[in-house]
């Protein structure tokens, strides 16, 4: 059985090591030379990079997907898209996840990779049959993790419940790398008998296993498996794509890839790389192996936000303790796997924790909303004393949360009138508010100083 890869280096690879940092400008150069590889799919949209496009790169992230889309024309382009939060760190209304998918779908996306923080499958379903509707492909994902609930046996249920939901894949998404070699066979074994679709596996290098994981799981027959061109893998990213590559060749799992060609494509990512190393961009802490990932669940992306976070209280030392922290505010908050937004609210709780010098002192409103429910059910029952301390009497959503909000396009749309240039601009503006309008405004007034430069050429050429 060929094994197919996921290239990651266009979306999760930077996320992980860089905090999504790549520009479209950078992408450019490799992305007819990735189209020619052979890949299953290439990974290059949703997750974070919708958020850094806007906030930190001043791109229209919706630009990047068509300018991609345009120049690769023979492989399929994936999306990761947080269930009921879209690309965004709130539940938005029905309408709005709707018509993302649309949108998405419409510029070039083929495969959407739906998950849900909290592995609570009523905030997949309007994003299954939205991505269903449109003709996509639905990639439905459990965030994996480890607690004394999360056990192969309650994945391979989970698993059987995306695929009679209407999933046409499945993914196992260790976003913080604690997926182990024999683990990991077991896990493809079981899932393999609870569903009839292809397992695709995403875990990241982070703790050091990656590589071995992977292996393991194609032995126990997953179909396809997420790798990064070598530039921008290990570290907090995913394995080098020629390393497997290259230990499958000659075997009953060879995926047929060239790795010639794949060395044409580390050429192109290997000064950009340089850069960004130079930088500052990749810290070289986050390129190390840190088997302590194992005990904390911290996913790479978090690692390098917790990280930042306390550069700039001027904390850097207390690393180590917050670490340590993580895995009690995650117990505390009902065993919620460490995954965006979840992973963030976990983090910066734990942040908080140890630099304020006294557990939960002070709480984050999004913290309050995990234990209020917003975010949905967490898979262990919060402690209703836990509660009462974070909340006090305030009644919490035991419903979807979704259903608890009314359709929101209408508003959206006519809130930005005055900046609509595209039928997408209400979607981004729905996701994040205030950093689209800063976007919207540089742009108008970027097109206003592009239109007088236009103006003042022309009466040089026709003189009034």
């Known amino acids: ?5 996921c290239e990651t280096v266009l979306r999760d690879a930077h996320q992980s090591l860089m905090a999504t940092r790549m520009t479209t400008e950078d992408m450019l150069p490799a992305l007819e030379a990735l189209d020619k590889v052979g890949y299953h799919s290439l990974e290059c949209w949703g997750g974070a990079t919708f958020d850094a496009c806007l906030r930190f790169l001043d791109e229209d992230p919706w630009d990047r997907l068509r300018t991609i889309r345009k120049r690769v024309k023979n492989t399929k382009l994936q999306m990761l898209f947080r269930g009921q939060n879209i690309l965004g760190y709130r539940h938005y209304a029905d309408d709005v996840v709707e018509y993302f998918v649309q949108r998405s779908i419409a510029n070039g996306i083929d495969i959407i990779r739906i998950f849900d923080a909290l592995n609570d499958k009523r905030n997949l379903k309007v994003a299954i049959d939205a991505t269903k509707k449109e003709g996509g492909h639905v990639q439905a994902a459990f965030s994996y993790t480890t607690s004394p609930v999360h056990t192969n046996e309650y994945f391979a249920k989970f698993a059987k419940e995306l695929e009679e939901m209407g999933a046409d894949s499945i993914c196992v998404k260790d976003m913080a790398g604690l997926l182990r070699p024999y683990t990991a066979f077991e896990l493809v ?15 990241h290098y982070t703790a050091g296993l990656a590589s071995m994981t992977l292996v393991k799981a194609i032995e ?11 530039p921008f893998a290990m570290g907090t990213s995913q394995p080098p794509t020629e390393s497997i590559v290259a230990a499958l060749q000659g075997t009953e799992f060879d995926t047929g890839l060239d790795l010639k060609a794949l060395d044409e494509v580390a ?9 960004y190393l130079e930088s500052g961009l990749i810290d070289p802490n986050v390129l190390k192996v840190n088997a302590n990932a194992l005990i904390y669940q911290v996913p790479g992306g978090m690692l390098s936000n917790l990280m930042k976070q306390l550069k700039d209280a001027g904390k850097e030392d207390a690393l180590e303790e917050v670490l340590r922290e993580v895995p009690r505010v995650r117990e505390d908050a009902g065993f919620p796997p460490l995954v965006t937004p979840t992973s963030q609210i976990v983090g910066t709780q734990a942040v908080l924790n140890v630099i304020g010098g006294e557990r939960y002192k002070m709480v984050t409103k999004e913290f309050k909303g995990i234990i209020r429910g917003e975010y949905g059910q967490t898979p262990v029952p919060i402690k209703p004393e836990f509660v009462k301390r974070i909340i006090g009497d305030e009644e919490r959503i035991t419903c979807r949360p979704a259903d608890n909000l009314k359709p929101e396009l209408d508003r959206l749309r006519s809130e930005i009138a005055e900046y609509i240039e595209q039928e997408e601009d209400v979607l981004s503006y729905a996701l994040f508010e205030q950093v689209a309008l800063k976007f919207f405004e540089k742009r108008k007034a970027k097109k206003y100083r592009l239109d007088a430069d236009h103006m003042d050429a022309e009466k040089q050429i026709h003189p009034v």
């Open 1 to 5: 059985m060929s094994v197919k890869i």
């Open 189 to 203: 074994k079981q899932l393999k008998e609870s569903v009839s679709i292809p397992i695709e596996i995403h875990t």
């Open 220 to 230: 126990a027959g997953a179909d396809i498996v997420d790798c990064a061109i070598s």
């Open 267 to 275: 050429q192109i990512f290997q000064p950009e790389r340089k850069k």
